[in-house]
DNA sequence: CTGTTAGCGCATTCAA
DNA sequence: TTGAATGCGCTAACAG
């Protein structure tokens, strides 16, 4: 392996003033400026950034925490995380949660271990707060993206839950829509308990009573709706359901999957509005109403506040960002009913 | 910052009894061992792996480069290899080179300072090499993904793309169609190379003449095929396409948008298959016949084989799999023709 | 502007 | 079964 004495003794010059070379640290010559580049060049001398790190404390690492790349909406997050993180010169580590706080417990170890400068976290439930604490007592700074976690002082991007389902909610009760059931993922992660409660206070708003037979709860992730909607269709005629609110993409698709299973009709036999898009890769094929959320931001800016934190630029005050979504209204919703 | 020594003097022991204990090195006694382990749980003690790497000349972070995570082949690739890596207890930088050789080439600088353990490559072209080269310059193993390079003898996961490209190709045929026109990335790409001659290939077998005009390149990333397509629909009468094969996702998913907004039916009016799947969320949605291709397993065999190289488990040869591809034969392609 | 010394946290080597 | 000395490659602090 070439090293900082190998450079040196070719150049003539000691080894810190190649390190000072490299770090374009202290005032070096012009000539032995050019000519230490030189043998860097030609010995193609790379840094080794473990021994950097030894006495930096700086790894130029940082990681993101998502439950699980191959949801969309992850995947944009990634690729805004990364294109931020290359452009500020660091690399970026990837790990998948899969919804679940041991393995994700895994994960903050090995961080730690690593010693990344920095994580980005969408947590895996309030139960992700102890990881994040081992994260904070060594140190390490980290930034909450999609969704928060109860008492915990911190900076944040997140989704402007309260509006997009309010949006969604009066669609489909603009429609007319009264019987509106709710596939939700489990309330203790945030977002599912924000656009639960906002599913509430939009049917208390438009003084439609509240029915817990319609409140459904389902997996973020593997989400399985079958039988919550069989359940749903059980109801009495009263009480079934006209219309479908899916908090995000994976059950917004298990349930189109479902009611055309059953084949039942979407908008006529029941209509569906979804959190999250799927991404309309052939425009002639989306019929399903979402909510888009701008991932690619959640992931970009989630990096430049992490980034700020880290290197000290960041007020000292949690900061918290909060995005609105784009609802794009689609062929699955619109059917006006009685 | 908790070291091994501050573990050491509480626990009345020497540093390198300690550091015994947590790489499970050497003879301990069970008296001893307990004591140190409850001392580093006391102490909440977690190894730097700068310090670590330094000696081993081991990170245990393996790379991933792909030409953008958000192609949904990428995405799961990306699962997979991080499924594997973590399960072998290895971490996963992720890495976007836009198709682009320069880009690379500042990734693989950074990943060489990092001493990334070894690198899973779709590489951008064949271009490439020369990064590749740099790698091994540098003693790191690598992996190809997808795309292979020519004269570059190394362990490589690719897709059986004459196989697939010819039963695409035999599909249309059957139909009745003659007059197919191929949409393909760069000829740079092995990929493109290797899907162009199957085409070449197939249509000679069934004695077809090749039309050079039928013949088009695009971009396998932010494709834009409408000249393309402008080109094919001037083509007089008796040479004009009625089906196309769109050689990957991105480039399929253009040309149905392109034909949709052209008011062109599919198939009726043109017929169309592509490679790779685009993500099939919601069943009813997904109309365009596709190759798709094994994605996670491209990542998850790809790690299998550069930790092998990595370990010194792997046979010196290299090692070549081939994938086959699942072709979904929909909407978009069936309608036979005179 | 340049060099010397020391030490980051840990594992390898050798000795006890 | 345990410990002491040494050095991985680099930079911070100081000296010149």
Do not use: W
């Not at 895994?106 to 994580?119: F, N, P």
């Not at 990881?131 to 991007?157: A, M, T, W, Y």
């Amino acid at each position: 392996m070439v090293t900082i004495y190998d450079i040196a003794k070719k150049a003539n010059v000691s080894a810190m003033t190649v390190s000072r070379v490299i770090n374009k640290s202290g005032k070096i010559s012009d000539e032995t400026k050019k000519k230490v580049e030189a043998v860097i060049k030609e010995l193609n001398y790379i840094p080794n950034n473990s021994a950097r790190n030894l006495i930096t404390n700086k790894t130029k690492i940082l990681s993101l925490m998502v439950t699980d790349i191959t949801n969309p909406f992850f995947t944009n997050v990634a690729r805004g995380a990364e294109d931020k993180a290359m452009q500020m010169g660091y690399q970026l580590l990837l790990c998948n949660s899969d919804e679940n706080v041991e393995k994700e417990a895994k994960y903050m170890e090995m961080l730690i271990s690593t010693r990344t400068d920095g994580v980005l976290i969408a947590p895996a439930n309030d139960s992700s707060k102890r990881n994040i604490r081992n994260l904070s007592k060594h140190g390490i700074p980290f930034v909450l993206i999609d969704r928060n976690i109860q008492d915990l002082e911190c900076d944040q991007v997140l989704s402007d839950n309260e509006t997009t389902t309010r949006k969604l909610m009066e669609h489909l009760i603009s429609q007319g829509h009264k019987n509106i059931a709710i596939i939700n993922g489990p309330l203790e992660v945030s977002t599912a308990r924000e656009r639960y409660q906002a599913y509430i206070d939009t049917l208390k708003i438009h003084g439609i009573p509240l029915n817990r037979n319609l409140v459904m709860e389902s997996e973020f992730r593997d989400s399985d709706v079958s039988s919550a909607i069989h359940h749903l269709l059980e109801l009495p005629e009263s009480e079934r359901p006209t219309a479908i609110f899916a908090t995000n993409n994976f059950i917004g698709m298990s349930t189109m999957k479902t009611l055309k299973k059953l084949k039942i009709k979407v908008p006529e036999g029941i209509a569906i509005v979804s959190y999250d898009g799927i991404p309309n890769y052939t425009e002639s094929e989306s019929i399903l109403t979402v909510a888009e959320q701008p991932a690619y931001n959640f992931g970009y800016l989630g990096i430049q506040l992490l980034i700020e934190r880290i290197e000290g630029t960041a007020p000292e005050k949690a900061r918290k960002i909060v995005l609105p979504a784009d609802i794009h209204i689609r062929a699955s919703s619109i059917h006006k009913i009685e």
